[in-house]
């Protein structure tokens, strides 16, 4: 069992800078791919940014160049630092920990999310 408690969202003029955390409570932590999801009123949950258990990010073209993500295995953290946000990327940020072995997804846990508010 992973759980998961996301930080950092709030309200932020466009173009500023928000960075969300997510901690991790469980066991192996290390072995999960991580990632970040965001979800609009009306709109389907879509991929933000995610990072394998080895450390490679992978970014929707949407955020590519102005988000990144990180992760440190030993304090059981993903991170997303946010840059020249729009209004666009409001939404609720949702932290994401999967686990799949030969492609089959083994575990699936989602965080509460934050909400994340960019003013035009």
């Known amino acids: 069992q992973v759980h998961l408690v996301e930080s950092g969202g709030g309200l932020v003029q466009a173009g500023g800078s928000l960075k969300l955390s997510c901690v991790a409570s469980?066991?192996?932590?290390?072995?999960?791919?991580m990632g970040w999801y965001r979800q609009a009123p009306g709109k389907q949950r879509e991929l933000v940014a995610d990072?394998?258990?080895?450390?490679?990010?992978n970014y929707a073209d949407a955020v590519k160049g102005r988000f990144t993500i990180s992760r440190d295995n030993n304090k059981n953290t993903v991170d997303l630092q946010m840059n020249s946000l729009k209004p666009e990327d409001a939404a609720v940020y949702l932290c994401?920990?999967?686990?799949?072995?030969?492609?089959?997804?083994?575990?699936?846990?989602w965080g509460q999310g934050t909400q994340v508010t960019v003013s035009s």
């Open positions: 990072i394998t258990a080895s450390g490679s990010g």
């Open positions: 994401n920990a999967r686990l799949r072995s030969f492609g089959t997804i083994l575990y699936d846990y």
């Open positions: 469980g066991s192996f932590f290390s072995r999960y791919a």
